[in-house]
């Protein structure tokens, strides 16, 4: 068998997909630079969370986050559906551990978007992943992208903004950190991370004639 490029080492029956974790204070922009990689990475999923927090405008159950109500989402918590699970302004967010099972069975890789607690929390179990952390250029440009959303209330945005700083404090436990100043060079920014991890030699899942 031919080793073959990154991208065909990746198409091997069998293959478990990378874990990516990806974590940004609101108003880094990390949902455009996320759209921009997956419009051009098939091999990409995204795990979907389960989250207390209302729906906003537009948003859809099973599509953008699973909503369950807080005494369905502590049931389970303690049903130990949970890969992990964290509190974040005030709501509960967590990853199922079925979506992620589902989604690394099938071989695609896949992103998971959290808080820091959320990364911190999967390092902890020992999960193998590759850790993201996106951020803006400074904070009064945070600050401007926040208040212009115009999604949330005030007090909302100073809550925002307070975890931001917090955020931003840890961002030396990420493997890596990418600055969004411009959208295009964040995004490329992202593929490379993704085409070097898939590279990395602890991840090859192939044997050949040369082994
Ligand atoms: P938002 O309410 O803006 O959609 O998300 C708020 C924060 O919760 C973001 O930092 C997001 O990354 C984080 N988050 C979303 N899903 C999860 C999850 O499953 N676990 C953890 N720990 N954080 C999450």
């Not at 193998?128 to 951020?135: R, S």
Request: aromatic share 6%; with cysteine.
């Amino acid at each position: 068998m031919r080793v073959g490029s990154a991208e065909d080492r990746n198409q091997v029956p069998g293959r478990r997909g990378i874990v990516f974790v990806v974590s940004a204070p609101s108003g880094a922009g990390k949902r455009t630079v996320l759209e921009r990689v997956f419009a051009q990475d098939t091999r990409l999923d995204l795990s979907i969370s389960a989250t207390t927090r209302p729906p906003r405008t537009g948003e859809v159950h099973g599509k953008d986050y699973y909503f369950l109500d807080r005494e369905m989402f502590e049931r389970r918590v303690e049903a130990g559906d949970f890969v992990e699970w964290a509190e974040v302004h005030g709501n509960l967010y967590g990853t199922l551990r079925d979506e992620l099972d589902r989604l690394v069975a099938s071989g695609k890789d896949t992103v998971l978007e959290l808080d820091v607690q959320g990364m911190r929390n999967v390092k902890r179990i020992g999960l193998d992943a590759a850790t993201i952390f996106i951020m803006a250029p400074s904070m009064a440009e945070l600050e401007r992208r926040l208040r212009a959303r115009a999604t949330d209330s005030a007090e909302v945005i100073d809550l925002r903004l307070a975890n931001a700083r917090e955020e931003i404090a840890a961002r030396a436990e990420f493997d890596y950190v990418i600055v969004n100043d411009r959208v295009e060079e964040a995004a490329a920014d992202l593929a490379a991370i993704l085409r070097a991890e898939r590279c990395r030699a602890s991840r090859q899942q192939i044997e050949n004639e040369w082994d």
